[in-house]
């Protein structure tokens, strides 16, 4: 396997170095070729590519593959590509569906499933309170940093009877605001799409659920805990037609804008990558530094875990490297066992952070002025939206378009997203796998249990036999 992956590495350069010469001579005058030789070029380019697919066997390279040939696609035949955005509205009809139910499930295991309030006492307060105080310093960061880059603004959206209809919405009082959070019908609800009611809906639900006799939560239990679990499968099913949509959307955009739409979509990863150093530099190592956990043992117990979640796009894969670590770290097992899972549901530093800036470039992609109470009703939404999709690569996106739908945003910008949704998870992943860790050398210090000889002499050789 590796010799035929290094074959196609050799056959992908050469493609490469070809079609580039071909540009770069066409460009300066130094060889006219008809265009028909460059595009030529480019699709052999992508033809390695589906080789490379096929090969692999990853939805995220199918993803990236099928950006790229839908790109191609939509600036070489642009009156095909533009009939094409029916596959990626399949796509979305799918999502949909799976709002609701995942959204439900999550939040009433990560509110019930431990145990009850009166169970988890002070340490459960303890961990909430600092999860929602991260989580909010993690969504205003991202806030702050696509309204400094914006990144979505000078997007050309195709009109469609969805951007036109945008236009329209009316403002909504703060009254309306606040009654419009809490649900007069839950099915209505969720035909509405109303992700706020839902989320006001499952929470009050799960609390409720945390309240009552052993013998009644273990049965509700178990069955949001099965349903979240099918739902995450169901997603995963899903996410497998993703690369038809990105390809459809993709070219359809194309199609009617152009390539420079690209532009924005790179400006986009770095101000994510940019804002997530800041929020690691500026917020998560002043916090070892002021509770005085020693950050260079810290970064070794980490890095391992965190180069598990970068690679993989999952949390859960990096679950039980980064609960070993962190108790051989000094922070006791019960703490570790407590807090690590709860924080999957709870503190999902870099899913925030993303999932404040991924909104406001749809808005501005759109063209849509967002005023500050509105940016910050969708902060909040988002917010509690984001909880419990930490275990599942790309679930953001279905918390995402469920939120932009819900606040009348077009969803053809996501689609832009989605096809360099892959690089953005991979960091946001792992963000989310340092901010959990991190987490439990805090509670363990504020309950007076962190073990300051074990964290000092910390060594990530220290498992095991060696």
């Given at each position: 396997m590796k010799k035929s992956y290094k074959s196609i590495l050799i056959l992908l350069f050469i493609g490469i170095t070809i079609s580039a010469i071909l540009h770069v001579f066409n460009y300066y005058d130094l060889l006219i070729l008809p265009s028909v030789f460059r595009e030529i070029s480019r699709w052999l380019i992508l033809i390695i590519l589906f080789y490379y697919g096929w090969e692999k066997r990853s939805l995220?390279?199918?993803?990236?593959?099928?950006?790229?040939?839908?790109?191609?696609?939509?600036?070489?035949?642009?009156?095909?590509?533009?009939?094409?955005?029916?596959?990626s509205k399949i796509f979305l009809n799918l999502v949909k569906t799976i709002i609701a139910p995942l959204l439900f499930g999550t939040l009433v295991v990560g509110i019930a499933g431990h145990s009850n309030l009166k169970q988890v006492g002070r340490m459960s307060w303890k961990s909430l309170l600092y999860f929602e105080i991260i989580s909010t310093i993690a969504l205003f960061t991202g806030l702050a940093a696509i309204n400094l880059s914006r990144a979505g603004v000078?997007?050309?959206l195709p009109s469609t009877p969805e951007s036109s209809a945008l236009q329209s919405v009316q403002g909504q009082s703060g009254t309306d605001i606040i009654l419009h959070i809490f649900p007069e019908n839950l099915?209505?609800?969720?035909?509405?799409?109303?992700?706020?009611?839902?989320?006001?809906?499952s929470i009050l639900f799960g609390i409720a659920v945390a309240l009552v006799k052993e013998?009644?939560?273990?049965?509700?239990?178990?069955?949001?805990?099965?349903?979240?679990?099918?739902?995450?499968k169901f997603t995963n099913i899903v996410m497998y037609f993703a690369p038809v949509a990105v390809f459809a959307a993709i070219a359809y955009i194309i199609g009617n804008m152009g390539l420079s739409v690209l532009i924005n979509l790179l400006k986009l990863l770095a101000t994510l990558y940019v804002a997530l150093i800041c929020f690691l530099s500026f917020v998560l190592v002043p916090i070892t530094w002021f509770l005085k956990i020693?950050?260079?043992?810290?970064?070794?117990?980490?890095?391992?875990?965190?180069?598990?979640?970068?690679?993989?796009t999952s949390s859960e894969a990096a679950l039980p490297?980064?609960?070993?670590?962190?108790?051989?770290?000094?922070v006791p097992r019960k703490i570790v066992a407590f807090v690590i899972p709860t924080g999957y549901s709870f503190n999902l530093?870099?899913?925030?952070?993303?999932?404040?800036?991924?909104?406001?470039?749809?808005?501005?992609?759109?063209?849509?002025?967002?005023s500050f109470d509105k940016q910050l009703l969708l902060m909040v939404t988002l917010m509690l939206t984001s909880k419990g999709v930490a275990g599942v690569p790309r679930a953001a996106l279905v918390i995402l378009m469920g939120t932009a739908s819900g606040f009348g945003l077009p969803l053809l910008p996501i689609y832009l997203i989605l096809?360099?949704?892959?690089?953005?998870?991979?960091?946001?992943t792992a963000v989310n796998v340092i901010g959990n860790c991190l987490a439990t050398a805090v509670i363990a210090r504020w309950e007076g249990e962190f073990d300051e000889v074990m964290a000092k002499n910390y060594k990530p050789d220290s498992m095991g036999d060696q």
């Amino acid at each position: 396997m590796k010799k035929s992956y290094k074959s196609i590495l050799i056959l992908l350069f050469i493609g490469i170095t070809i079609s580039a010469i071909l540009h770069v001579f066409n460009y300066y005058d130094l060889l006219i070729l008809p265009s028909v030789f460059r595009e030529i070029s480019r699709w052999l380019i992508l033809i390695i590519l589906f080789y490379y697919g096929w090969e692999k066997r990853s939805l995220t390279t199918w993803i990236l593959i099928s950006m790229l040939t839908g790109a191609e696609f939509g600036k070489d035949f642009p009156t095909i590509a533009i009939t094409l955005n029916f596959l990626s509205k399949i796509f979305l009809n799918l999502v949909k569906t799976i709002i609701a139910p995942l959204l439900f499930g999550t939040l009433v295991v990560g509110i019930a499933g431990h145990s009850n309030l009166k169970q988890v006492g002070r340490m459960s307060w303890k961990s909430l309170l600092y999860f929602e105080i991260i989580s909010t310093i993690a969504l205003f960061t991202g806030l702050a940093a696509i309204n400094l880059s914006r990144a979505g603004v000078g997007v050309q959206l195709p009109s469609t009877p969805e951007s036109s209809a945008l236009q329209s919405v009316q403002g909504q009082s703060g009254t309306d605001i606040i009654l419009h959070i809490f649900p007069e019908n839950l099915a209505k609800a969720i035909y509405e799409g109303q992700i706020l009611q839902i989320v006001v809906f499952s929470i009050l639900f799960g609390i409720a659920v945390a309240l009552v006799k052993e013998k009644y939560r273990q049965p509700v239990v178990k069955f949001a805990g099965a349903l979240s679990e099918v739902m995450f499968k169901f997603t995963n099913i899903v996410m497998y037609f993703a690369p038809v949509a990105v390809f459809a959307a993709i070219a359809y955009i194309i199609g009617n804008m152009g390539l420079s739409v690209l532009i924005n979509l790179l400006k986009l990863l770095a101000t994510l990558y940019v804002a997530l150093i800041c929020f690691l530099s500026f917020v998560l190592v002043p916090i070892t530094w002021f509770l005085k956990i020693p950050l260079r043992n810290f970064i070794r117990a980490v890095s391992e875990p965190a180069t598990i979640a970068f690679s993989t796009t999952s949390s859960e894969a990096a679950l039980p490297v980064a609960m070993e670590n962190m108790e051989q770290f000094g922070v006791p097992r019960k703490i570790v066992a407590f807090v690590i899972p709860t924080g999957y549901s709870f503190n999902l530093d870099g899913t925030t952070l993303y999932l404040s800036l991924a909104a406001i470039f749809v808005a501005q992609a759109a063209g849509v002025h967002l005023s500050f109470d509105k940016q910050l009703l969708l902060m909040v939404t988002l917010m509690l939206t984001s909880k419990g999709v930490a275990g599942v690569p790309r679930a953001a996106l279905v918390i995402l378009m469920g939120t932009a739908s819900g606040f009348g945003l077009p969803l053809l910008p996501i689609y832009l997203i989605l096809g360099i949704d892959a690089l953005m998870d991979m960091a946001r992943t792992a963000v989310n796998v340092i901010g959990n860790c991190l987490a439990t050398a805090v509670i363990a210090r504020w309950e007076g249990e962190f073990d300051e000889v074990m964290a000092k002499n910390y060594k990530p050789d220290s498992m095991g036999d060696q």
